[in-house]
């Protein structure tokens, strides 16, 4: 039985349901629906399409999806777009004007495969061509853009650090902001991982931002829904991992660990068992060494700012 959530409406409002429809963990697919209008937040891998369009037509028969909100260009958020392209041929594809940019590159389009047919090997599911050329963005937007769909209205929310193209979504009626990963990923356990692979500083903007919205809940990716003081939790805690992280690795590399010693004891602190099954081995070590890099360049320069009175 999938996972849902009721967010009761008020007055005239319609209720709102959102329902986990991933397929394997490490997906990231949910379905937003209010009873005339269906929105899919992010599609989750290529290889689990099949899958996922499954698990959306369980909830809508014969309805139609209407819209895909996208937070950014990552494989395990967007190849399921082509195969649901396919089955839903009406959708509407709704993501940021650089994620599109993105999409029109061969290059990006092709690294992404390469990772989706990984991916699909470590959890031995067969990889059906991903049709990555018919990846496609109807509705580029950039932040304060306002997205009707049917009677839900999001305020689109540029948040980028672990991707350039990386938005939100908020639905001011519900308080519920579609999050992204520049806020990083929770995995249970009391367990916050940072992911800003782009900016440090803009993750922390990214923060404060979010902290001048009324956000009274979040729908993380790769997790699900937290409500109320768990929101709360989650951003407080979030923030805290952000800058954790960023601090252990300026003072590993202060006392002249090398790159892959602090590599090594990152995973050794974060990369549990419970971590493992949604965070693929390869995207966590090649993350980590971005982040890991991204912090000593960027702190260091600010650093040399410092000293020389800047």
Request: with cysteine; net charge negative.
């Amino acid at each position: 039985m999938a996972k849902t959530w009721l967010l009761p409406a008020k007055g005239e409002e319609r209720s709102v349901c959102i329902t986990d429809v991933r397929a394997v963990p490490g997906d990231s697919a949910f379905l937003i629906d209010d009873g005339k209008t269906a929105v899919l937040y992010d599609t989750g891998f290529g290889f689990t399409a099949s899958a996922v369009e499954q698990n959306i037509r369980a909830v809508l028969g014969d309805r139609p999806l209407d819209y895909i909100l996208l937070t950014h260009s990552h494989y395990d958020h967007v190849l399921g777009v082509p195969y649901l392209l396919e089955c839903y041929p009406t959708v509407k594809v709704v993501a940021g004007t650089y994620a599109a940019q993105v999409f029109a590159r061969a290059s990006a389009k092709a690294a992404m495969c390469r990772l989706n047919e990984k991916s699909a090997r470590q959890l031995d599911i067969p990889a059906d061509d991903p049709m990555e050329d018919r990846l496609r963005v109807d509705i580029p937007v950039s932040d304060g853009d306002s997205l009707l769909c049917g009677s839900m209205v999001f305020t689109v929310v540029a948040l980028p650090g672990h991707t350039k193209c990386s938005v939100g979504y908020y639905l001011a009626r519900q308080k519920l902001l579609l999050s992204t990963e520049t806020l990083g990923v929770y995995f249970g356990k009391d367990t916050y991982l940072p992911s800003f692979l782009v900016g440090y500083r803009l993750t922390l903007e990214a923060f404060q931002k979010v902290r001048m919205l009324a956000v009274d809940r979040l729908l993380l990716p790769h997790y699900g829904l937290v409500e109320q003081e768990r929101a709360q939790i989650f951003l407080q805690r979030a923030e805290l991992a952000a800058r954790q992280t960023a601090q252990i690795i300026m003072d590993l590399y202060g006392r002249g660990k090398t790159k892959q010693e602090i590599f090594a004891f990152l995973e050794e602190k974060d990369y549990g068992d419970h971590v493992r099954p949604v965070y693929p081995p390869e995207a966590y070590r090649v993350n980590t060494k971005l982040m890991i890099d991204l912090v000593i360049t960027e702190l260091s320069a600010m650093e040399q700012r410092r000293d020389c009175g800047l």
